[in-house]
């Protein structure tokens, strides 16, 4: 039975490639904090990064490859498990399965346009609002690109809503990780259901405040 | 239909799926229940309802029941959106009439999957999870003089853990509760209960992948961990035999 052609084997890879850009998502968390403690910091995170510049291409193949793998096999198991279910019920009630589980494929794919508008603007750094300037120190003025970008309503709005996606996709995908890879027991599941809602609030809490406080003028 | 309504019992509105067969189209036709007691089983009150319609020279609902234990897994409703009705660890057949009011309106339904296709009414065909069960759950021994008792000492832990998964009685409610129309549940259960004992390591490998395949085969969707599954099994088996029939598929990859 086939990795990539299996009922249960691409369940797997979803898992798996899920696994990696929840770890990315985390230590880019980590990363956009230092927005909070002031101008400096983030710029001196950006500037560090970038002298990582060896590994900056290789960790991206590897990111967009994990990317690639899981919204294709999310797109072609959503439309298999749409087959295999086509009649719906007059009267249908879920007793456990929760809106965020069954809305991953909408979540997912709101996460992927936004994803390339993300890197379009604050990587690629080519949408026409984009603000490229250096700093007192003459590195590249990351602090200012991204209040200058979130200072637009339209553009902010669309940053939380996003991380609304984040939160339900991460709701739901973080314990599943773990079923799908196998992992899950009496004592363990209630564990992983656990951290993956707290993992999700978080993510949700913190990203969602960067373009918050900028439009609030909190941070300026 | 008879009019007469006995003091003290119920009258229930029926809004049933009827379907002459496989390839006819279905639709829903409305009955009242009359004469209901608390004590009536739901299939018992489907009887009423069916004496009435033969009465009436009607053809009556045709439903699946066999043992009405709550222990063969034939009986299968989806009856106000729940498999079984929703009642915890409760087949159809020990769903009893006491949990519904005079007047209410109830909705059911056959089971609805690819994998399961309608053959009359409420009765569907669930031949697929007899092939799932056919392409690996089972252990081959030779036969000869019977085996000595304890032969094969398996410890108390994983007895009941695989008595806990083979208490699965293969009803197909989780099939019919997943959004997915998936047999994950089933699947995970039949694999896990030879997975924990010594005479099921032998074949363990060919028993995944076959029963997988198969599964696959058979039309069923993919396992998006809702859990829909577990909430309206009858039995209660756990969602951690899905989590377990993935390692043992994880573990058979790299053997």
């Known amino acids: 039975m086939s990795l990539l052609t299996g009922n249960v084997g691409r369940k797997v890879l979803m898992a798996v490639s899920g696994l990696f850009m929840v770890t990315f998502v985390v230590a880019h968390l980590l990363g956009n904090s230092t927005i909070f403690v002031g101008p400096d910091w983030i710029n001196a995170y950006a500037e560090h990064l970038k002298e990582l510049d060896l590994l900056v291409w290789p960790f991206r193949i590897f990111m967009f490859a994990m990317l690639s793998i899981h919204v294709f096999f999310g797109i072609t198991l959503t439309l298999e498990n749409w087959g295999a279910n086509p009649d719906k019920y007059a009267v249908s009630r879920r007793p456990r399965s929760t809106f965020a589980g069954r809305t991953m494929i909408w979540t997912g794919l709101l996460l992927l346009a936004f994803l390339v508008f993300h890197l379009l603007q604050f990587t690629f750094k080519i949408t026409p609002e984009v603000v490229k300037v250096v700093d007192a120190q003459g590195r590249f003025d990351v602090y200012t690109m991204m209040v200058a970008g979130l200072r637009n309503k339209m553009v902010a709005a669309f940053y939380v809503l996003s991380m609304v996606a984040l939160f339900l996709h991460t709701f739901h995908g973080i314990q599943s990780i773990f079923q799908s890879i196998g992992l899950n027991n009496d004592r363990t599941m209630p564990k992983f259901i656990m951290i993956g809602k707290i993992s999700a609030v978080v993510f949700l809490v913190v990203f969602s405040a960067i373009p918050i406080l900028i439009l609030t003028w909190v941070l300026s | ?255």
């Open chain 2, 1 to 255: 239909m008879s009019e007469h309504t006995a003091h003290g019992t119920m009258t229930l509105k029926l809004i049933v799926w009827r379907q002459k067969g496989p390839t006819e189209p279905g639709r829903f036709e409305t009955y009242l229940a009359r004469n209901i007691t608390e004590h009536h089983s739901f299939l018992e009150m489907l009887d009423v309802v069916n004496e009435d319609l033969i009465n009436d020279g009607k053809e009556p609902i045709v439903f699946d029941h066999d043992c009405r234990e709550g222990i063969c897994g034939t009986c299968s409703q989806v009856i106000n959106g729940l498999a079984h009705g929703g009642q915890t660890r409760t087949t159809v057949c020990q769903l009893h009439m006491r949990t519904f009011k005079d007047g209410d309106t109830i909705y059911i339904e056959p089971w609805r999957a690819k994998a399961f296709p309608i053959l009359k009414d409420l009765m569907v065909d669930r031949n697929a999870l007899e092939r799932i069960i056919q392409a690996g759950a089972y252990t081959s021994v030779n036969t000869g003089a019977a085996p000595d008792g304890n032969s094969i000492l398996i410890s108390k832990e994983d007895a009941d853990y695989s008595m806990d998964a083979a208490e699965c009685i293969g009803c197909g409610a989780c099939v019919a509760a997943c959004p997915n129309g998936a047999a994950m549940l089933f699947t995970g259960a039949k694999v896990s209960q030879f997975a924990a004992l010594p005479q099921g390591q032998v074949e363990a490998r060919e028993r995944v992948f076959s029963m997988i395949e198969v599964m696959q085969k058979c039309g069923f969707g993919n396992c998006a961990n809702h859990y829909d599954c577990q909430a309206v099994c009858p039995k209660d088996i756990d969602v951690k035999f899905i989590a377990r029939l993935n390692r043992e598929y994880l573990k058979a990859l790299v053997m």
